[in-house]
């Protein structure tokens, strides 16, 4: 269906290049407010080595690991206070939360900033004389985001570290867009303003469309769609945002009760709740393999499907296929289907071997070790185990021409 954004579309217009300018910014705001109803009072605070944007934590970091949450700005505003009540709510019940953009900051941003939080909060996990050494937990991070924010959150979904998306008031703009759902594997939360919010018919369109399996939950509140993030303390916004992430990110299975089953909390609520393969101990995996379309459209001929591999002696048997999806002028999309042999296997590893000039960018369903040349490919924890002549397979968005590798496989 096309979307129904013409208003909505003015939101695009604010993600601006990832090549735009970031303004360095000193360490310590001026006047940073200590609050949120959690039991860590939560502040605010710059680093020189995170530019153009803002960190919600605990004034006093606490014993417990905080798990992360990066966010993006309604509007993509580079104001990393924009959402700054709903934010330190959240950083005052045990998390950092990264937003884009300095404090009282001008400009736009874009999804790249998320990935730089990223990638900074688990450096600075383990660097040695940092405020966070050993003190965050970096194998639960959620990417999230308000409105244009919310599209920013959803280009960086596939991130391997991401373990869960809050998509609040948003929704893909374009048709076009859609191989961002395609390509989800983590489980996904929308938090939408009700009928009333501009990007209700969005979203909408983006929970049909999400893949088959995939851990989904939506809710509605009819506020529309500025929500309650400047509210004391985010409003219900900033109370439903605290527990799904108590339940993705630290396990809290009573925070949970709020979003699964029929009697959910929500569901007895003012929320109006849609639920989607959601079970309060761990979630199934997707059954559908993301994506095969780019993001740019126009196809070329698709090379031929290279012929099996031939697993190595020694280990369980198992074959790897490789094929191209689809090709552009500067990418492709390829997929490997993994088939063991006639013995079960327990994992399984396949050795990828790219040709000259092309990398891998993004990928689902297998941990890979490596982008570019010889790249090793693990299965993930849910696709390991295959009955005898069970297939499985991952896939990947590259750089490049993916015409011409090879793949070998070794199963365990």
Known sequence: MSRRSKIYAALVAAIVPATAVIVTLGASPAGAAVGGSGPYPADYETSASLANHTIFRPQTLPAERLPILVWGNGGCSANGLSQGNFLREIASHGFLAIANGAPNGSGSTNAQMLTQSIDWAVAENSRQGSKYYGKLDTSKIAVAGFSCGGLEAYAVSNDPRVTTTGIFSSGLLNDADDY??????????????????????????????????????????????????????????????????????????????????????LCRSQWSVQQKNLTLDGDPPPTTPPPTTPPTTPPTTTPPTTPPSTPPSGSPACTAV????????????????????????????????????????????????????????????????????QTTGFGFQGTGNGSGATVTCTGS
């Not at 995939?214 to 500025?226: C, E, I, R, W």
């Not at 990928?363 to 790249?375: F, K, P």
């Open 180 to 265: 961002q759902l395609r390509r989800l594997t983590k489980p996904i939360a929308y938090f939408i303003g009700g009928p009333s919010d501009i990007a209700y018919p969005n979203a909408i369109d983006d929970w049909g469309k999400l893949p088959s399996g995939l851990p989904a939950f939506m809710g509605n509140l009819n506020v529309g769609h500025g929500g309650t993030y400047d509210q004391p303390n985010g409003g219900e916004f900033g109370r439903v945002a605290v527990l799904y992430l108590k339940w993705r990110l630290k396990g809290d299975t009573t925070a949970g009760t709020n979003f699964v089953g029929t009697n959910c909390g």
């Open 322 to 389: 490789y094929s191209v999806q689809d090709q552009w002028n500067s990418g492709f999309v390829a997929n490997v289907s993994v088939t063991a042999g006639n013995t079960a296997l327990t994992g399984w590893r396949v050795t990828l071997n790219l040709p000259n000039g092309a990398s891998v960018s993004s990928m689902w369903n297998g941990v890979n070790t490596g982008t570019s040349g010889t790249v090793t490919v693990a299965n993930q924890s849910y696709n390991g185990r295959l009955a005898p002549g």
